[in-house]
């Protein structure tokens, strides 16, 4: 009976002290140890590294923006050319980087090459088209 008692009282105060600790006691205040607290930082290194999270903030933003554009671009290229009847769309690769659009892959004439080629080139937002097109 006595050893159930103590285990009972062991196990009681373990999970006081886990959720002191949890709770965010701080221990070293009842042993006496005093640690030199930090009191924050100065406004200028405040500011400095705010900004410089702001920039990269900014430059994170930035590039999200153009690679959600570039993905747009391509999407709207690879859906003309698959409901275009004069191009085989799934042989075709379309990459899009800042607006330059690349199409590569293999054509059966060199009319589908130039109509997979117009309709890139009408896409809005398309600053330029690199051919990589193969002749079957």
């Known amino acids: 009976m006595i050893r159930g008692f103590v285990k009972l ?4 105060v373990v999970i006081v002290v886990v959720g002191a600790f949890l709770l965010g006691y701080d221990f070293a205040d009842v042993r006496g140890i005093t ?3 930090s009191i924050g930082t100065s406004g200028d290194r405040a500011r ?13 933003a930035d590039a999200t923006r153009r690679a ?4 747009a671009l391509t999407t709207k ?12 769309a799934l ?9 330059v659009v690349t199409v590569s892959g ?31």
């Not at 400095?48 to 994170?60: L, N, P």
């Not at 042989?91 to 607006?99: E, I, N, W």
Request: net charge negative.
């Open 9 to 12: 009282i062991l196990l009681l």
């Open 35 to 37: 640690e030199p607290r």
């Open 68 to 71: 959600v554009e570039d993905g």
């Open 106 to 136: 293999t054509v059966r004439s060199e009319a589908e090459r130039q109509r997979a080629l117009a309709l890139a080139r009408e896409t809005e937002g398309v600053t330029r088209v690199v051919d990589r097109l193969q002749l079957k």
């Open 77 to 88: 290229i690879k859906a003309k050319m698959a409901l275009d009847d004069s191009v085989k």
């Open 48 to 60: 400095e590294v705010g900004a410089e999270i702001g920039a990269r903030t900014a430059a994170a």
């Open 91 to 99: 042989s075709l690769d379309v990459d899009t980087r800042q607006g």
